[in-house]
């Protein structure tokens, strides 16, 4: 399966400032998700990437708060803009490596923000 | 739009143990997907179930698809504390939608 190296483990941050989430996986990969996961909570999809595309969005999450890069087929980023304390979360990246077979979705180690 | 129950929310087991976790979509699936997340860890895959009825075990976990392809459950035998984390399932609808939607999650303890 795929590997994905995901940045910054950790941040803490200022109310208003903006953070730059980076995903690089280790193969080409057609979609590439991100996702949010508040403390002792489950998985809430933010949106989609796709390559050469704009992302698209789940409901809730708009591109002024949550833009997201994807500039080729092995990397994306996310931006949490002009942030707030309700930002505080753990946000992930995930990609299907092997779409179409039995396969499961790889995920990244994780970005926990905190904002102050 | 597709609503996923996992149940339950917490599952407090005493070591040697058996507990099971289920998850319940309110539309036919195309497929089940488990995930383990260890505390201050990400989700890692186990397993996707496909057919309808189908079994699948990995040592002492037991995963389950049902004939109606509108629940799942996953069985753990003999618990030990390296079983400790929380369970997702995650659920790909019918119509061939790739977006996931994950259950709430069974969070695992385990008591020595």
């Known amino acids: 399966s795929a590997v994905i190296s995901q940045k910054p483990s950790r941040d803490i941050c200022q109310r208003g400032t903006s953070l730059t989430i980076q995903c690089q996986v280790d193969s080409q990969v057609t979609m590439m998700f991100w996702y949010r996961q508040q403390p002792g909570q489950s998985l809430t999809l933010i949106a989609t990437?796709?390559?050469?595309?704009?992302?698209?969005?789940e409901s809730g999450f708009v591109i002024d708060k949550f833009p997201i890069s994807r500039p080729n087929l092995t990397f994306s980023t996310l931006t949490v803009s002009n942030m707030s304390p309700e930002d505080s979360s753990i946000y992930l990246c995930s990609v299907d490596s092997h779409p179409g077979a039995i396969h499961g979705y790889t995920f990244g180690s994780g970005t926990r923000l905190t904002v102050v | 739009g597709q609503q996923v129950m996992q149940i339950p929310q917490y599952q407090h087991v005493q070591e040697g143990e058996d507990f099971t976790t289920y998850c319940n979509s309110s539309?036919?699936?195309?497929?089940i997907q488990w995930y383990k997340q260890r505390p201050g860890g990400h989700p890692v895959f186990l397993i996707q179930l496909v057919k309808s009825g189908e079994v699948k075990k990995q040592k002492r976990l037991t995963f389950q698809f049902g004939e109606a392809k509108k629940n799942s459950s996953l069985h753990i035998t003999a618990t030990q504390t390296t079983d400790v984390g929380t369970y997702f399932c995650?659920?790909?609808?019918?119509?061939?939608?790739?977006?996931?939607?994950f259950g709430a999650g069974t969070t695992v303890t385990v008591r020595a």
């Open positions: 995650d659920m790909e609808g019918s119509s061939n939608d790739y977006k996931l939607s």
């Open positions: 539309t036919t699936l195309s497929n």
């Open positions: 990437a796709n390559q050469g595309s704009e992302a698209t969005y």
